[in-house]
């Protein structure tokens, strides 16, 4: 097995007296996707902002090719190749498709404010970079916001894969979408493991993760209770962890009705 691109090894994140994440291990490989699910307030959105830069971790230590990191901001993760696409996706649903692309990154003709955009060269990278993706824009002008759900994801994860990600983070991509563009998105992420990125898929969806998951943690009250490769997990077991498991059989008893 290669060596992770990202390794968290004992990581916990405090907020003052509240204990959000504690002694989660995590390891990210170049061509693989690490899915982690959790039920609300499990520490899926503490892990997502500790890796990306955005807070630091409190106890334990985050590696990076081998290295230990403490990330001050999420430029610095950025800048180690660890990209993250949120929920919101960070677009801007009337500019353009081309221009949300490079949207805070335009290609330029000078150094000054005021100094003119490259807009065909944009234009033609845009487009090269969707389709290398296999996703086709007939018109790159149209705004973001016309496309679907599922395209403007996929976008995203162009968008970072362009400017250098080698470990992707996606928060719950599929979580506002139907089955047909939830499909979509998944091939898309498959494609980015293809292409050999280290891919953390964050979801709370059993079934979507087992459909391209290689690597599996669940995380319950801020700790992992099942950390496993494919090989050693069933769908079966994984959904059976996210209900709940043995609270659910307690519950099922307490409820019973006699017959």
């Avoid at 950025?78 to 677009?91: C, R």
């Avoid at 016309?146 to 080698?166: K, P």
Wanted: charged share 20%; net charge neutral; hydrophobic share 45%.
């Amino acid at each position: 097995m290669t060596e992770p691109l990202v390794e968290l090894i004992g990581v916990g994140r405090n907020y003052g007296p509240i204990r959000a994440l504690h002694g989660v291990d995590l390891r990210v490989r170049a061509g693989e996707v690490t899915c982690v699910l959790g039920d609300n307030g499990a520490g899926k959105s503490t892990l997502i902002k500790i890796i990306s830069g955005l807070h630091p971790h409190t106890s334990g230590s985050l590696r990076v090719d081998g290295e230990d990191r403490h990330f001050g901001s999420p430029r610095e993760a950025l800048d180690l190749g660890i990209a993250t696409v949120y929920q919101d996706l960070a677009v801007v649903p009337l500019m353009e498709v081309w221009r949300n692309f490079f949207l805070g990154s335009e290609l330029t003709s000078g150094r000054f404010p005021l100094a003119g955009m490259r807009v065909r060269e944009m234009k033609r990278i845009a487009d090269q970079e969707l389709r290398k993706m296999g996703i086709v824009v007939a018109d790159l002008d149209q705004p973001i916001g016309t496309l679907s759900g599922g395209q403007r994801q996929c976008v995203a994860i162009a968008r970072a894969v362009y400017f250098g990600a080698r470990v992707l983070i996606l928060d719950e991509p599929t979580a506002a979408l139907g089955v047909k563009q939830s499909g979509v998105v998944l091939k898309y992420i498959a494609a980015a493991r293809d292409a050999g990125l280290g891919v953390i898929l964050i979801t709370h969806n059993p079934q979507h993760a087992y459909l391209v998951g290689d690597h599996f943690v669940i995380l319950k009250l801020g700790t992992a209770v099942l950390d496993a490769q494919r090989g050693g997990v069933t769908l079966k077991d994984l959904t059976t962890q996210m209900a709940g498991g043995d609270e659910i059989a307690e519950l099922a008893r307490e409820l019973e009705r006699p017959s």
